[in-house]
Structure formats: structure tokens, C-alpha cells
């Protein structure tokens, strides 16, 4: 089974500083990786996810992400937040083979602070 | 624009209660999904479905079924609501694999707070 953890549960970070919000993943099989955010009373937007290709993958509102398949792991990173970044992001995985189930990590919380 | 939606976004029901749960996507989406999330936790999946009539159990499905009569509808029901199923609950649509790689994703609805009191 595959499995999915944020090393960080909250993550406070000035405005116009760097964020790099850290995944890791196991999975026995080849995986494609996705992150959300979740803003609040919200549902959940794709910020960006790897499925093939390119290792460095950029997403939306200035976010990319680096898939290290040695490391297991896909982490998030922005290099000047702004206090609209304020949320929270979860990391997913989902196998490529057979089963379409996404795989969630148990989320970041990100405070943007003036 | 693509949608799902989620037909409550705050729900208080009682306990013991029997709770539907609708889910609606116009994405022609073969797969639909319902999730719970609660506070670190992240999401877990409760059941999904691959296409009309068919239902799979996912990571948490007891005191939970489903039932997928139309393609586009997805409804969750706790068939006897307990307090512990307060939650937030996510549906989610997706294409299946087979189709263009670079379209594939999941979508999802804006969640229904579920209050058991």
C-alpha cells in the first residue's frame, strides 16, 4: 500500500520569505504526485502534479515542486510568499498501474506572517 | 468551467439519524470519490466507484455506504449517524488512467461540514 507523510504539520514563514514544504512517499510501484491547497472554508485546488517527464514541475501562484524518485519524495517549495499563501497543502499520491485512489498526506498548515 | 458539487455545506444532524450525503460532477468523470478530513489527518478515503452501479471500499468505509445510480451523482450515507462522524466531507471526480495523461487529475467539490450532535 502506498502511504504519504508531511514532515511538517505547521509551517510559519514571514511574507516575501522562501517556503519549502516537505512530502515524502512510499509506494512499491511507479506513482504520480499532486499537491493541493485548501484555503479556508474552502475546497480543494491543484496547485500543481507531476505525472511524467520534466522532474521540476511548476504549478500555479508562483509553486514548483521537484520529484526525487532516489528520495522518495516531492517537495513544494515558493521562493516569496504572500499573505494569500496562508493555507493548507496536502501532498497526494496515486499508483499508475491499476487503481485510481489519491493517497493523502495528513497536510501542512502554512502561516504567513506580515 | 468543470464542478462538482456537493449539495449541503453545513449539515447538524441527530444521532441515529440516517444522513444522504449528494455529490454531483458534469465532467463525464467515470471515477467519483468521497473523502473525510479531519484536523492531521489529511483526507482518507471512505468509497469510490469506477463507473455506474460499481462501488469499492476505501480506507475507512464502516458505518458508511454509497450508492451511484447515474453517472454524475455520488451520494454518501451514514446509516445511522454517530458523533464520531462529525467531519468534513470531500467528493472528488477523475478520469479514468486510459485517457490523455497530461488531462489527468482529480477535482473536487467545496465539502460538507457535517455536525452529529
Known amino acids: 500500500a502506498q502511504s504519504v507523510t508531511q514532515l511538517d504539520s505547521q509551517v510559519p514563514v514571514f511574507e516575501e520569505a522562501p517556503v519549502e514544504l516537505r512530502c515524502n512517499y512510499s509506494?512499491?510501484?511507479?506513482?504520480?504526485l499532486f499537491w493541493y491547497v485548501q484555503y479556508p472554508n474552502q475546497g480543494l485546488q491543484l496547485l500543481l502534479k507531476?505525472?511524467?517527464?520534466?522532474?521540476l514541475v511548476k504549478g500555479i501562484n508562483g509553486f514548483e515542486a521537484e520529484f526525487n524518485k532516489s528520495q522518495t519524495s516531492f517537495h513544494l517549495r515558493k521562493p516569496s510568499v504572500h499573505i494569500s499563501d496562508t493555507a493548507e497543502y496536502f501532498c497526494?499520491?496515486?499508483?499508475?498501474?491499476?487503481?485510481?485512489?489519491?493517497?493523502f498526506g495528513g497536510g501542512t498548515r502554512v502561516l504567513v506572517k506580515p | 468551467d468543470v464542478k462538482v458539487t456537493q449539495s449541503s455545506r453545513y449539515l447538524v444532524k441527530r444521532t441515529g439519524e440516517k444522513v444522504f450525503l449528494e455529490c454531483v460532477q458534469d465532467?463525464?468523470?467515470?471515477?467519483m470519490f468521497w473523502y473525510r478530513q479531519d484536523p492531521g489527518l489529511g483526507l482518507r478515503l471512505i468509497y469510490f466507484s469506477y463507473d455506474v452501479k460499481m462501488k469499492e471500499k476505501g480506507d475507512i468505509p464502516e458505518g458508511y455506504s454509497v450508492s451511484r445510480e447515474k453517472k454524475e451523482r455520488f451520494s454518501l450515507i451514514l446509516e445511522s449517524a454517530s458523533t464520531n462522524q462529525t467531519s468534513m466531507y470531500l467528493c472528488a471526480s477523475s478520469s479514468p488512467r486510459d485517457r490523455a495523461e497530461t488531462n489527468y487529475g482529480y477535482t473536487f467539490g467545496s465539502g460538507t461540514r457535517l455536525t452529529v450532535v
Open positions: 509506494s512499491s510501484v511507479s506513482v504520480y
Open positions: 465532467m463525464d468523470h467515470e471515477n
Open positions: 497526494a499520491v496515486s499508483k499508475k498501474a491499476a487503481g485510481n485512489k489519491l493517497t
Open positions: 507531476y505525472l511524467s517527464g520534466s522532474t
